[in-house]
């Protein structure tokens, strides 16, 4: 089978004066400057954000002082399991007042993350002492886990849990 170039089709001149300009645009680019400045850069570029991010400090907060942060009114909103405190205000969605996990917010969430329950029940009363977790099942202890390790790669650590008497 003999191969040959002719170009006397018209696809095969076409193909050839297209790549001949795709070289020639290769080689020699053009270095004229653009006739209008882009609209993104006339006030100038800065890296600078619009706003920064608030400060999160890392606090001891107990039952009753974590309460507050239930994201009602447009708050901060953080929950705790197993000692650890996050700031989940980012999964407003979720964890807001009329999210999924909202019953969670601005509580100690760690038997109903272990428990994969949403009910009221999982909760302890923020008057009470924090939930020992001595009777859950090593199953759950690794959902528990699992949680952990999910909300710390996604959420910031803002603090630690403790007695409501400790502080």
Not at 113 to 140: G, H, I, N, R, W
Request: charged share 20%; aromatic share 12%; hydrophobic share 35%.
């Amino acid at each position: 089978m003999a191969f040959s170039f002719n170009l006397g089709t018209p696809v095969n001149t076409a193909l050839f004066l297209y790549i001949l300009y795709s070289v020639q645009r290769i080689i020699f680019p053009s270095t004229s400057k653009p006739k209008t400045v882009p609209n993104e850069f006339k006030a100038g570029y800065s890296w600078l954000p619009k706003t920064h991010p608030p400060t999160v400090l890392f606090k001891v907060y107990t039952p009753k002082t974590l309460e507050p942060f239930n994201g009602r009114d447009g708050g901060r909103i953080l929950l705790a399991i197993n000692g650890t405190v996050f700031d989940v205000t980012a999964g407003r969605n979720f964890y807001g007042p009329n999210g999924m996990y909202g019953n969670f917010a601005g509580r100690d969430a760690s038997r109903g993350m272990a428990k994969q329950s949403f009910d009221l029940e999982m909760l302890t009363p923020v008057d009470q002492p924090l939930d020992k977790l001595e009777d859950l099942k090593p199953d759950e202890i690794e959902n528990m886990k699992g949680w952990i390790d999910h909300f710390s790669n996604k959420y910031i650590i803002c603090g630690k849990l403790v007695e409501n008497d400790a502080i």
